[in-house]
C-alpha cells in the first residue's frame, strides 16, 4: 500500500521532493473546504498545512489511516491536538526553521522604532530633514523581559547579547532554561523591571487577550511591546488606550488581532476603531505576519518538518 501525503498549503518544494525519497506517493489540494476533504481523507497517511485550514475533530474521524499532520512553521492552534492524538496521530511543526528569521526581524523593528527610522526615512524622501524631531534611544542599558523561551524567544535573546542590555526571561513551563547572559525571572521581577517586553507565545484559551489593560498596567515603568506571535494574544483596544495614555510608548506589531485564518488582514474598510487610531500613531511599527518569512526559513522549515516525518518511519 502506497504511503499517501495530501498538501493542503503550498510549500516549498523541497518538502514534497523530500518525501518522495523516503517513500510517500504525494498528493496537492489547495482549494477543497472541510466537507470536501472528508470524503477523501481516508486515503492519506499523512497531510501537510500550512494556515489555509483548520484540521478539525470532524475531518480528523473521517482520517481513518491518518499517522501524522505536519505543519509547515510554528503554531499549532489550528489543529484539534488532543483530539488527533487522542487518535494516536503525530503532530508535528518547525519553528527550528523560522527562529532565527523572527529574532532578526523582531530586533529590526526594534531599531526600527527607537531610532525613528521609518519616520525619518519617509521625511527625508519629501525633503523634511528634522535632526532633534528624530533623536533616537538605544538598547543599551535596557531591561528587556522575553515571555516565552522556546525557539524564537531564546534566539531574539541570542540576538539582544551584543546590545549592552539585560536580558530577563519568563516561561511559565520551565526551569532551569536560560543560558548565562539571561536571568530566568518571574513576572512579577519582569513587571518591576522591564522596559522593553518582547512575547514569543502560542496562541490558545490560556494566552487569549493575555496582552490587556490589566496587563499592562502591572508595569511599573512605561513600556515598549514587541509581539511577533500571534495577533489575538494582545488586546488591540486595550493597548490602544495605554499607548495614548504613553504607558506604552511604542509598539512593533508583526502581528495583528484582526488576522483572519489564513493570516491576512482584513480590508481596510472593516478595520476598528481601534485599528484606525493605532495605525495612525508614529510610535508603531507595522508589518504583515512576515517575521519568519525569509527565503532562508521557507527552506528551512521545510526540511526540518521533513526530516522529522521521516523519523515516524512509517510503513
Given at each position: 500500500m ?6 493542503l498549503?503550498?510549500?516549498h518544494?523541497i518538502?514534497?521532493e ?12 489547495f ?14 497517511q ?10 478539525t475533530?470532524k475531518l480528523?474521524?473521517?482520517a ?6 505536519g ?20 503532530c508535528l511543526?518547525?519553528p ?6 523572527v529574532?532578526e526581524?523582531?530586533l529590526?523593528m526594534l531599531?526600527?522604532?527607537?531610532n ?9 524622501r519629501?525633503?523634511i ?5 528624530n533623536r533616537?534611544s538605544?538598547?543599551?542599558g535596557k ?10 524567544g531564546?534566539?531574539?535573546?541570542q ?6 542590555c539585560?536580558?530577563?526571561a ?6 532551569n532554561?536560560?543560558?548565562?547572559y ?23 484559551s490560556e494566552?487569549?487577550?493575555l496582552i490587556?489593560?490589566?496587563?499592562i ?5 512605561n513600556i ?9 494574544v494582545l488586546?488591540?483596544?486595550d493597548l ?6 504613553n504607558?506604552?510608548?511604542g509598539a512593533?506589531l ?6 483572519t485564518?489564513?493570516?491576512q488582514?482584513?480590508a481596510?474598510?472593516?478595520?476598528t476603531?481601534a ?24 527552506i528551512k522549515l ?13 510503513d
Open positions: 502506497a504511503k499517501k501525503v495530501l498538501f498549503d503550498t510549500t518544494p518538502l514534497y523530500k518525501l518522495k525519497e523516503y517513500g510517500f506517493e504525494i498528493h496537492f489540494d482549494e477543497s473546504k472541510e466537507d470536501e476533504l472528508i470524503s477523501k481523507i481516508s486515503e492519506y499523512g497531510i501537510i498545512i500550512r494556515s489555509r485550514i483548520k484540521i475533530s480528523i474521524q473521517h481513518s489511516n491518518l499517522k501524522f499532520i505543519r509547515v512553521g510554528s503554531g499549532l492552534e489550528n489543529i484539534d491536538i488532543n483530539f488527533a492524538q487522542q487518535k494516536g496521530i503525530y511543526n518547525s527550528e526553521g523560522n527562529r532565527d528569521a529574532a526581524h523582531a529590526g531599531l526600527c522604532l527607537n525613528k527610522i521609518i519616520k525619518s526615512d519617509q521625511e527625508v519629501n525633503g530633514w528634522l535632526r532633534e524631531e533616537g538605544e538598547i543599551a531591561m528587556v523581559g522575553i515571555i516565552g523561551f522556546g525557539n524564537m531564546s534566539a531574539f535573546a540576538r539582544l547579547r551584543g546590545f549592552d539585560s536580558i530577563l519568563y516561561d511559565k513551563y520551565k526551569t532554561y536560560a543560558p548565562t539571561v536571568r530566568e525571572a518571574s513576572m512579577t521581577e519582569i513587571f518591576e523591571q522591564a522596559d522593553i517586553i518582547s512575547f514569543h507565545i502560542p496562541y490558545n494566552t487569549h487577550y490587556n489593560q490589566s496587563f498596567e502591572s508595569f511599573q515603568k515598549i511591546i514587541i509581539n511577533t506571535s500571534r495577533g489575538k488586546n488591540t483596544n490602544v488606550a495605554q499607548m495614548e495614555l504607558k506604552v510608548t512593533c508583526d502581528v495583528l488581532e484582526y488576522e485564518t489564513n493570516l488582514n482584513l481596510i474598510n472593516q478595520w476603531d485599528m484606525v487610531r493605532l495605525s495612525k500613531m508614529k510610535n508603531v511599527v507595522l508589518s504583515p505576519h512576515i517575521a519568519g518569512w525569509t527565503h532562508e526559513s521557507n521545510s526540511l526540518i518538518l521533513a526530516e522529522k516525518i521521516k523519523s515516524l518511519n512509517i
